[in-house]
T-cell receptor, first 111, second 116 residues
Framework: GQNIDQPTEMTATEGAIVQINCTYQ??????LFWYQQHAGEAPTFLSY????GLEEKGRFSSFLSRSKGYSYLLLKELQMKDSASYLC????????????FGKGTTLSVSS | GAGVSQSPSNKVTEKGKDVELRCDPI?????LYWYRQRLGQGLEFLIY????????KSGLPSDRFSAERTGESVSTLTIQRTQQEDSAVYLC??????????????FGPGTRLTVL
């Protein structure tokens, strides 16, 4: 079966660093995506990993270990506007198909 | 347009009525996806169109749900005889094609469907 797990909720304070973990078990693997979704809005693309290692993009970084079926999203210098849901999604089909999404992690940033 | 657009943004209907939801993908994107997001839940895949290939309908929850796409443009998701359990936000996404990074999906703002 296809399964993607991530924590339901996390809290952090402004200026801190937070790591959101994602583990996956899928029939295939063609890349892992992280999306950000603010309440009442559409998901927006944050990052894509297909090879092992760390991809850095400004305050956000994403890590992948294919052998462990594991990824994390690292958010640095947290700001209030980072309060949102963070969705982990896997492209599991080499031929291309819809992404398989986790249920999302709701991050609350407080001052 | 610059992004994926969907209409209507909100739809309130009575149980048993049919509804049509529309999606305009980003120009040039051959792949189009429909998802459903119930309150507090993750995105649930419904159907996927890729060019002129037969659509992947494996996510449709029942035969009350159907979707069409005209070429590589507009798609319509139809829900017949709506039930209260159909209440959700219906999200449409498009991507350049399928496979790898080009799977990056760009989402529309969604249609919030409420079935009374």
């Amino acid at each position: 079966g296809q399964n993607i797990d991530q924590p339901t909720e996390m809290t952090a304070t402004e200026g801190a660093i937070v790591q959101i973990n994602c583990t996956y078990q899928t029939s295939g693997f063609n890349g892992l995506f992280w999306y950000q979704q603010h309440a009442g809005e559409a998901p927006t693309f944050l990052s894509y990993n297909v090879l092992d290692g760390l991809e850095e993009k400004g305050r956000f970084s994403s890590f992948l270990s294919r052998s462990k079926g594991y990824s994390y999203l690292l958010l640095k210098e947290l700001q209030m506007k980072d309060s949102a849901s963070y969705l982990c999604a896997v492209s599991a089909n080499q031929a291309g198909t819809a992404l398989i999404f986790g249920k999302g992690t709701t991050l609350s940033v407080s001052s | 347009g610059a992004g994926v657009s969907q209409s209507p943004s909100n739809k309130v209907t009575e149980k048993g009525k049919d509804v049509e939801l529309r999606c305009d993908p980003i120009s040039g994107h051959t792949a189009l996806y429909w998802y459903r997001q119930r309150l507090g839940q993750g995105l649930e895949f419904l159907i996927y169109f890729q060019g002129n290939s037969a659509p992947d309908k494996s996510g449709l929850p029942s035969d009350r749900f159907s979707a069409e796409r005209t070429g590589e443009s507009v798609s319509t998701l139809t829900i017949q005889r709506t039930q209260q359990e159909d209440s959700a936000v219906y999200l449409c996404a498009s991507s350049i094609t399928s496979g790898g990074f080009s799977d990056t999906q760009y989402f529309g703002p969604g249609t919030r469907l409420t079935v009374l």
